[in-house]
Protein backbone atom coordinates (compact mmCIF):
# COMPACT_ATOMS: atom_id res chain seq x y z
CA UNK A 1 0.00 0.00 0.00
CA UNK A 2 1.19 3.53 -0.76
CA UNK A 3 2.56 5.11 2.51
CA UNK A 4 0.31 8.00 1.94
CA UNK A 5 -2.70 5.68 1.87
CA UNK A 6 -2.36 3.86 5.06
CA UNK A 7 -6.25 3.32 5.79
CA UNK A 8 -8.51 1.38 3.93
CA UNK A 9 -11.25 4.37 4.94
CA UNK A 10 -11.10 7.71 5.52
CA UNK A 11 -14.65 9.32 7.10
CA UNK A 12 -14.33 13.39 6.85
CA UNK A 13 -17.48 14.71 9.35
CA UNK A 14 -17.77 18.69 9.32
CA UNK A 15 -18.83 19.84 12.35
CA UNK A 16 -20.44 23.69 12.71
CA UNK A 17 -21.67 24.32 16.51
CA UNK A 18 -22.40 20.34 17.14
CA UNK A 19 -20.87 20.29 20.39
CA UNK A 20 -24.17 18.96 21.97
CA UNK A 21 -23.74 16.13 19.51
CA UNK A 22 -20.18 14.92 19.44
CA UNK A 23 -20.06 12.73 22.35
CA UNK A 24 -22.51 10.64 20.85
CA UNK A 25 -21.41 10.82 17.53
CA UNK A 26 -17.87 9.43 18.31
CA UNK A 27 -19.39 6.59 20.67
CA UNK A 28 -21.60 5.65 17.81
CA UNK A 29 -18.69 5.85 15.26
CA UNK A 30 -16.61 3.41 18.11
CA UNK A 31 -19.48 0.84 17.90
CA UNK A 32 -20.13 0.61 13.94
CA UNK A 33 -16.17 0.79 13.45
CA UNK A 34 -15.07 -3.15 14.16
CA UNK A 35 -11.25 -2.84 12.10
CA UNK A 36 -8.18 -0.79 12.47
CA UNK A 37 -7.80 0.45 8.82
CA UNK A 38 -10.62 3.55 9.32
CA UNK A 39 -10.39 6.82 10.21
CA UNK A 40 -12.54 9.72 11.27
CA UNK A 41 -11.61 12.97 11.18
CA UNK A 42 -13.62 15.23 12.75
CA UNK A 43 -13.44 19.17 11.26
CA UNK A 44 -14.42 22.12 13.19
CA UNK A 45 -16.00 23.96 10.58
CA UNK A 46 -15.18 27.52 12.54
CA UNK A 47 -17.39 26.55 14.98
CA UNK A 48 -18.57 29.24 17.58
CA UNK A 49 -19.71 27.21 20.62
CA UNK A 50 -17.86 24.47 22.48
CA UNK A 51 -17.15 22.39 20.11
CA UNK A 52 -13.55 22.54 20.18
CA UNK A 53 -13.47 22.10 24.12
CA UNK A 54 -15.76 19.01 23.74
CA UNK A 55 -13.17 17.38 20.70
CA UNK A 56 -10.38 18.43 22.56
CA UNK A 57 -11.34 16.17 25.78
CA UNK A 58 -12.93 13.22 23.73
CA UNK A 59 -10.53 12.63 20.79
CA UNK A 60 -8.07 10.95 22.71
CA UNK A 61 -10.33 8.48 24.03
CA UNK A 62 -11.07 7.01 20.52
CA UNK A 63 -7.86 6.07 18.56
CA UNK A 64 -9.84 5.79 14.86
CA UNK A 65 -10.18 9.39 15.23
CA UNK A 66 -8.06 12.99 14.85
CA UNK A 67 -9.86 16.76 14.10
CA UNK A 68 -8.55 19.11 12.16
CA UNK A 69 -9.66 22.94 12.55
CA UNK A 70 -10.47 25.55 10.62
CA UNK A 71 -10.53 28.99 12.10
CA UNK A 72 -13.39 30.81 10.31
CA UNK A 73 -16.62 28.90 8.81
CA UNK A 74 -16.24 29.25 5.17
CA UNK A 75 -19.02 26.99 4.36
CA UNK A 76 -20.12 23.73 4.39
CA UNK A 77 -18.04 21.98 1.56
CA UNK A 78 -15.33 23.95 2.25
CA UNK A 79 -14.94 22.02 5.38
CA UNK A 80 -14.98 18.69 3.97
CA UNK A 81 -12.90 19.27 1.13
CA UNK A 82 -10.56 20.81 4.14
CA UNK A 83 -10.84 17.29 5.61
CA UNK A 84 -10.19 15.71 2.75
CA UNK A 85 -7.56 16.90 1.54
CA UNK A 86 -5.96 15.35 5.17
CA UNK A 87 -7.18 12.00 4.75
CA UNK A 88 -5.07 8.91 4.24
CA UNK A 89 -7.52 6.43 3.23
CA UNK A 90 -7.75 4.32 0.04
CA UNK A 91 -11.38 5.44 -0.06
CA UNK A 92 -12.89 8.55 0.83
CA UNK A 93 -16.02 9.52 2.29
CA UNK A 94 -17.96 12.24 4.45
CA UNK A 95 -20.83 12.59 6.00
CA UNK A 96 -23.12 14.55 9.04
CA UNK A 97 -22.66 15.10 12.79
CA UNK A 98 -26.01 15.90 13.63
CA UNK A 99 -26.95 12.40 13.85
CA UNK A 100 -29.47 12.42 11.53
CA UNK A 101 -27.67 10.04 9.56
CA UNK A 102 -26.34 6.50 11.63
CA UNK A 103 -22.64 6.15 11.35
CA UNK A 104 -22.90 2.94 11.05
CA UNK A 105 -24.09 3.90 7.40
CA UNK A 106 -20.54 4.62 6.17
CA UNK A 107 -18.98 0.95 7.22
CA UNK A 108 -21.71 -0.65 5.11
CA UNK A 109 -21.02 1.95 2.61
CA UNK A 110 -17.96 0.54 2.95
CA UNK A 111 -18.81 -2.97 2.90
CA UNK A 112 -20.39 -2.50 -0.21
CA UNK A 113 -17.44 -1.08 -2.25
CA UNK A 114 -14.90 -3.62 -0.85
CA UNK A 115 -17.80 -6.04 -2.99
CA UNK A 116 -17.40 -4.14 -6.23
CA UNK A 117 -15.31 -5.01 -8.99
CA UNK A 118 -14.41 -2.22 -9.70
CA UNK A 119 -13.98 -0.16 -6.44
CA UNK A 120 -11.82 3.06 -8.56
CA UNK A 121 -14.76 3.50 -10.33
CA UNK A 122 -17.72 2.99 -8.12
CA UNK A 123 -19.01 5.52 -6.43
CA UNK A 124 -21.74 4.63 -3.22
CA UNK A 125 -24.75 6.93 -1.89
CA UNK A 126 -26.85 6.57 0.79
CA UNK A 127 -30.99 6.66 -0.22
CA UNK A 128 -33.06 7.99 2.76
CA UNK A 129 -36.16 6.62 4.42
CA UNK A 130 -38.25 7.47 7.12
CA UNK A 131 -39.13 11.01 6.22
CA UNK A 132 -41.84 13.58 6.25
CA UNK A 133 -44.20 13.64 2.75
CA UNK A 134 -42.81 17.75 2.36
CA UNK A 135 -39.48 16.86 2.57
CA UNK A 136 -39.46 14.02 0.27
CA UNK A 137 -41.68 16.39 -2.37
CA UNK A 138 -38.96 18.83 -1.68
CA UNK A 139 -36.17 16.44 -2.20
CA UNK A 140 -37.93 14.67 -5.04
CA UNK A 141 -38.00 18.11 -7.28
CA UNK A 142 -35.16 19.16 -6.59
CA UNK A 143 -33.79 16.08 -7.88
CA UNK A 144 -36.04 16.21 -11.13
CA UNK A 145 -35.10 19.58 -12.16
CA UNK A 146 -31.25 18.48 -11.56
CA UNK A 147 -31.63 15.16 -13.52
CA UNK A 148 -33.35 17.71 -16.36
CA UNK A 149 -31.14 20.80 -16.37
CA UNK A 150 -28.11 18.82 -16.33
CA UNK A 151 -29.13 15.73 -18.17
CA UNK A 152 -27.82 13.06 -15.70
CA UNK A 153 -29.74 10.87 -13.41
CA UNK A 154 -29.38 12.69 -9.69
CA UNK A 155 -31.86 12.04 -7.16
CA UNK A 156 -32.03 12.36 -3.58
CA UNK A 157 -28.71 14.31 -3.66
CA UNK A 158 -28.27 15.64 -0.18
CA UNK A 159 -28.32 11.63 1.26
CA UNK A 160 -25.37 10.42 2.86
CA UNK A 161 -23.07 8.79 3.16
CA UNK A 162 -20.65 9.33 0.32
CA UNK A 163 -18.16 7.26 -0.52
CA UNK A 164 -15.62 6.65 -3.31
CA UNK A 165 -11.71 6.13 -4.15
CA UNK A 166 -9.40 8.82 -3.38
CA UNK A 167 -8.61 9.49 -7.46
CA UNK A 168 -12.08 10.44 -8.39
CA UNK A 169 -11.29 13.79 -5.67
CA UNK A 170 -8.53 14.25 -7.02
CA UNK A 171 -10.36 14.89 -10.31
CA UNK A 172 -12.34 17.48 -9.23
CA UNK A 173 -11.50 20.76 -10.36
CA UNK A 174 -12.92 23.91 -8.30
CA UNK A 175 -15.82 22.35 -6.24
CA UNK A 176 -18.37 24.63 -4.84
CA UNK A 177 -17.40 25.36 -0.82
CA UNK A 178 -22.00 25.42 0.44
CA UNK A 179 -24.30 22.63 0.40
CA UNK A 180 -23.73 22.31 -3.38
CA UNK A 181 -21.05 19.96 -2.88
CA UNK A 182 -23.36 17.23 -2.20
CA UNK A 183 -24.50 18.22 -6.41
CA UNK A 184 -21.38 18.55 -7.12
CA UNK A 185 -19.73 15.18 -5.88
CA UNK A 186 -23.18 13.47 -7.61
CA UNK A 187 -22.78 15.09 -10.41
CA UNK A 188 -19.29 14.45 -11.15
CA UNK A 189 -19.86 10.60 -10.75
CA UNK A 190 -22.24 10.38 -13.11
CA UNK A 191 -20.19 12.45 -15.65
CA UNK A 192 -17.33 9.91 -15.33
CA UNK A 193 -19.87 6.90 -15.53
CA UNK A 194 -18.59 5.53 -12.21
CA UNK A 195 -21.09 2.83 -11.05
CA UNK A 196 -23.30 4.88 -8.64
CA UNK A 197 -24.26 2.61 -6.55
CA UNK A 198 -27.55 3.64 -3.70
CA UNK A 199 -28.63 1.65 -0.15
CA UNK A 200 -31.08 2.34 2.24
CA UNK A 201 -30.25 4.67 4.95
CA UNK A 202 -32.53 5.87 8.25
CA UNK A 203 -33.20 9.83 8.20
CA UNK A 204 -33.73 10.72 12.28
CA UNK A 205 -34.66 14.21 13.43
CA UNK A 206 -31.76 16.04 14.84
CA UNK A 207 -31.28 15.13 18.41
CA UNK A 208 -29.00 18.87 19.87
CA UNK A 209 -28.59 22.10 18.30
CA UNK A 210 -30.70 22.98 15.09
CA UNK A 211 -29.97 22.36 11.48
CA UNK A 212 -28.48 25.95 9.44
CA UNK A 213 -30.50 25.91 6.34
CA UNK A 214 -33.44 23.60 6.80
CA UNK A 215 -35.77 25.69 9.63
CA UNK A 216 -38.42 27.43 7.53
CA UNK A 217 -39.81 27.99 3.92
CA UNK A 218 -37.42 30.89 3.78
CA UNK A 219 -34.40 29.20 4.41
CA UNK A 220 -35.47 26.44 2.10
CA UNK A 221 -35.95 28.92 -1.19
CA UNK A 222 -32.53 30.30 -0.10
CA UNK A 223 -30.96 27.00 -0.46
CA UNK A 224 -33.07 26.78 -3.66
CA UNK A 225 -31.33 29.53 -5.27
CA UNK A 226 -28.54 28.91 -3.88
CA UNK A 227 -28.49 25.21 -5.45
CA UNK A 228 -30.13 26.92 -8.23
CA UNK A 229 -27.16 29.11 -9.09
CA UNK A 230 -24.58 26.78 -8.44
CA UNK A 231 -26.34 24.40 -11.59
CA UNK A 232 -26.43 26.90 -13.64
CA UNK A 233 -22.50 27.44 -13.39
CA UNK A 234 -22.17 23.90 -13.56
CA UNK A 235 -24.11 23.74 -16.45
CA UNK A 236 -21.93 26.75 -18.55
CA UNK A 237 -18.69 24.54 -17.86
CA UNK A 238 -20.49 21.74 -20.25
CA UNK A 239 -20.80 24.05 -22.92
Known amino acids: ?62 PFARTVRIAVNQGYGFGIIYGLRSARGIFFSWTHADMQTDPSDVTRALEIMERSPCPEKTFVKGNRKGRTFVDNIFTFGMGAFETV ?62 SHWNISWKSRCWFIMKTLAFSFKLKKRLV
Open 1 to 62: MDIQYRKMLSVVVPCYNESGNLPLLLENFATAIKRDDIEVIIVNNGSSDATQEVLDRLIPKY
Open 149 to 210: YLGVLLHDINAQPNLFHHSFFKSWIDPPYDFSLDLYAFYMARKYNLKVIRFPVSFSKRLHGH
